[in-house]
Every structure is written in C-alpha cells, then in structure tokens.
T-cell receptor, first 113, second 114 residues
C-alpha cells in the first residue's frame, strides 16, 4: 500500500551545523512532495515543496532534493538555529484521483545552542 | 490574507457523546481536507471535500463524517466518541485539492475524550 518512511525519528545537532532528514515513498504515481514544520501546540507549517519534474529546490537555508528513480527525497537545513527546533514531516501526494497526502512519521529536530 | 481557522481549539467530551469541529479555509480555497494526528499513528487522512462534495475518504469508521458548505467552510462530526478518538484534528486548505497543489494547515482542534 501507500507508505512514506522517514528517518531519523530524532536528530540533535549543534547550532550552526547542518541537518538532513530523509524520506522514501512507495507510490510511483506521487508527483508532489511537501515538507512541514510543526512546533509545539501548532498546526503543521509548509516550509518547502518539490514537484517530480525538479531534482532540487532551495529557499535560503532550506533545500529539498528528489531522486525519482530511487523514490527518495530529503530535507537539508544548513546553519541551523535554535528556532529550527521542531518536528518535521515529509509527505507525498497519493495516486491520481485521491486528493490526499501520505505523511512520514516525523523527525524531532533539536538544535543545541 | 487570513490563514486556515479551526474552532474550537480545545474540546473535552465524554465517551458516547458526539462532537462537531469547524474549519474555515483560506479565502478563495475550495478544497478542505481533514487529518487526525496522534502520537502513535501520526497524520492520518480522514476525508477531502471540494465544492460541497466528498471526493475521497480515508480508512476511518462511519462514526467520522463531514460536510462542506457553499462558502467552502467545512465541518467534521464524530459520533459515539471513544477514548481512542482523542487526538489533534487538523484541517488543510488548498486551492483546488489537486495532488500537486500546496495545502495549508490550521492550528487544529485538540479533542480529549474522557
């Protein structure tokens, strides 16, 4: 069935270091891959996304890469700051006609000052 | 532009009761999706509405239902509440619900069933 695996489940980095979160999807029909950041007591916030016709996308300190052949996509955060501490979710659009996302299980990122 | 608004933010209900949650999407957005978030199961898709029609439903029992109004506002209802229904219920708004369109989440409604 449809599945998105996300690793690691927790990640601690020193302030200023880089963080990488990886996801693997199963549905070859997925064509859109958003990343969400969720802070305590808040709803998920869309931080970056990538479509299947693009291999990489960057927005300041955040970048996402997509390998369609391997069905992998990754989030890269450079120069991490304490305010980057949150839970990050990857997602993949489900097959055509289903209008939903399949979410990964989340990565709790802690940036240590 | 105002974001997605969910009301109420918090609810405490007793087993067996029913509950209705509300979601107002971003102005101009016509698709509303609902997700249940729990520590054990993560984010699970409930259903999606577009132009007052349910286009997709997740694997939840019939006690979970929803509807959408002509102004795109949506409600979801859970009847005969069970302890396991305690969760954060999130609504996501998108322009047309196309699977490659950005979706924006509200703050959620935290439901506790006692």
């Amino acid at each position: 069935g449809e599945n998105v695996e996300q690793h690691p489940s927790t990640l601690s980095v020193q302030e200023g270091d880089s963080a990488v979160i990886k996801c693997t999807y199963s549905d070859s029909a997925s064509n859109y891959f958003p990343w969400y950041k969720q802070e305590l007591g808040k709803g998920p916030q869309l931080i970056i996304d990538i479509r299947s016709n693009v291999g990489e996308k960057k927005d300041q300190r955040i970048a996402v890469t997509l390998n369609k052949t391997a069905k992998h996509f990754s989030l890269h955060i450079t120069e991490t700051q304490p305010e980057d501490s949150a839970v990050y979710f990857c997602a993949a659009s489900s097959g055509s006609g289903t209008y939903k996302y399949i979410f990964g299980t989340g990565t709790r990122l802690k940036v240590l000052a | 532009k105002a974001g997605v608004t969910q009301t109420p933010r918090y609810l405490i209900k007793t087993r067996g009761q029913q509950v209705t949650l509300s979601c107002s999407p971003i102005s101009g957005h016509r698709s509303v999706s609902w997700y249940q978030q729990t520590p054990g199961q993560g984010l699970q898709f409930l259903f999606e509405y577009f132009s007052e029609t349910q286009r997709n439903k997740g694997n939840f029992p019939g006690r979970f239902s929803g509807r959408q109004f002509s102004n795109s506002r949506s409600e979801m209802n859970v009847s005969t509440l069970e302890l396991g229904d305690s969760a954060l219920y999130l609504c996501a708004s998108s322009l047309n619900g196309d699977r490659s369109t950005e979706a924006f989440f509200g703050q959620g409604t935290r439901l506790t069933v006692v």
